[in-house]
């Protein structure tokens, strides 16, 4: 996960964003950063490649990751009941 600060036009960058094919989730948020960003990489030397064009990004500021070392729960209950 890439938590973005951005300054500018969020929507822009979150559309840029969307274009990385390794990127599958983008959000806007409240609070400390702008935007986040799931990326799924092959190894670290792809993840500081992703980084690197993620930093290129007008507008944005500064990142910050977090590498998911394990996965304990993912729930998927979004729509009606």
Do not use: N
């Not at 599958?24 to 490649?49: K, P, R």
């Amino acid at each position: 996960m890439i938590a973005i600060k951005a300054d500018g036009d969020l929507e822009k960058v979150a559309a840029l964003l969307t274009e990385m094919e390794e990127i599958d989730y983008v959000v806007i948020t409240a609070g400390s950063f702008d935007l986040l960003a799931e990326a799924v990489c092959e190894d670290d030397d792809h993840l500081l490649e992703i980084l690197g064009r993620v930093r290129a990004v007008p507008c944005v500021t500064s990142t910050e990751t977090f590498v998911y070392l394990k996965l304990r729960k993912q729930t998927y209950s979004w729509g009606t009941r």
